[in-house]
DNA sequence: GCCAACCTAACGACCGGTCGGTTGTTTAGC
DNA sequence: GCTAAACAACCGACCGGTCGTTAGGTTGGC
């Protein structure tokens, strides 16, 4: 808590958290750094700054991790498993930057919503490539890229909603939980066994 | 849009599920009825019953529909797959709706907290309860149910957050994509064979 | 002397909500 | 069949409060 950028960035991260970016005041924000608001203009340009600034740093520090780790994985199952490791363990870690992230899209001006998504983009094509390489290699059932690397990766993103830093479960647990859920939806073969001929419910009943 | 009070809770669905909650206003609603915002609370008691009243209607519905999915479904297989797909397809039908649900929980004092939460718990007990009977008949893979239940629904909370009415696929393709995504990550079986024996990178990096 | 870091005070805009009053329709009493 | 009370639906004007932001001044360390 050296500088006062650092404290606001994480009592904003808190605040935005937890009370949502729109129904958190800079008063609120500066209250719980012991300043007056009017101080926060002397560190941010504003409080979409504020926002940017903690979506940006997140998004980058995703990528960076995920470069990192798929370094070490040789393999489409390997570096998918490994892909799908990193995106849990990162978004249960850091929670409430990722959950940030994901549902403040809303609270940005344009050229700054282009610079999130891009990013974001950037790492779908990860996960969207691995899934592509893995049906061609015979690993994965063959389906819809997009749709698949959407579940993938919004199961996780969902997860930084639901998980309790001190809950019953580990970071680790957790992760192998979504790991093998994961790979076993990918994966090839035994799906045709056990399905009705016909879907019992249409899907559009009204 | 016979009467005013359907064509509030229209519009105001379409605004927050657009704008969000707490960055829609009472007077835009009522521009967007084309009557004065006084007006509007001779309909509601407030702003936040506008909400609830959306939150309730969907879970409402959303739980009426999968008891009636599940009355035409035989067996732990066939009732799981019935689950998966009215939950699917309940969520894109109605994604203004359940998007709203889910993401604008803040929005509510505490006890239209309080209800909304026992409706949503009683429908994942529905699932979990799927879960655990497939589990116990060897169906499943034997793991964490709330865990698993969690990454079920919250896959398809998600999937109204990126679905687009008039997109690539139909509301049919993407229900059977995520049911034998789904089944087949609960599925007893397979996961063993391919795995490492370490994990190749450590779940909490730094 | 300078400049980062912070302050007090105030700005205009907008917020959710309330007020008294005005319509047009429905209902009740004779 | 007529009248009068009741009613739902809506309006313009306004309330106190809070919003994000800015202007200008003070302080303390290099």
Known sequence: MAHMKETLISVATDLFYEKGYFATSISRIAQG?????????????????LL?????????????????????????????RAAVRSH????????KETFIASSELRGLSESNLA???????????VFQNLIAAGMEGGLFEPGDIK???????TLCTAGATWYKPNGRLSIAAIVEIYENFILN???KGQLTGNRPAALACDPWPI
Chains 1, 2 share one sequence.
């Open 52 to 80: 940017f600034g903690i979506m940006e740093t997140t998004m980058a520090e995703l990528l960076k991790e995920l470069d990192k780790n798929l370094k070490a994985a040789v393999g489409v199952e390997q570096r998918m």
């Open 185 to 187: 939806g990918l994966r």
């Open 88 to 95: 849990v363990a990162f978004h249960l870690r850091r929670q």
């Open 115 to 125: 610079r999130i998504v891009a990013l974001r983009d950037q790492y779908e094509a």
């Open 147 to 153: 749709i698949l690397s959407y579940a993938i990766l």
């Open 33 to 49: 750094c012991g300043i007056q608001k009017a101080s926060i203009y002397h560190h941010f340009a504003g409080k979409e700054e």
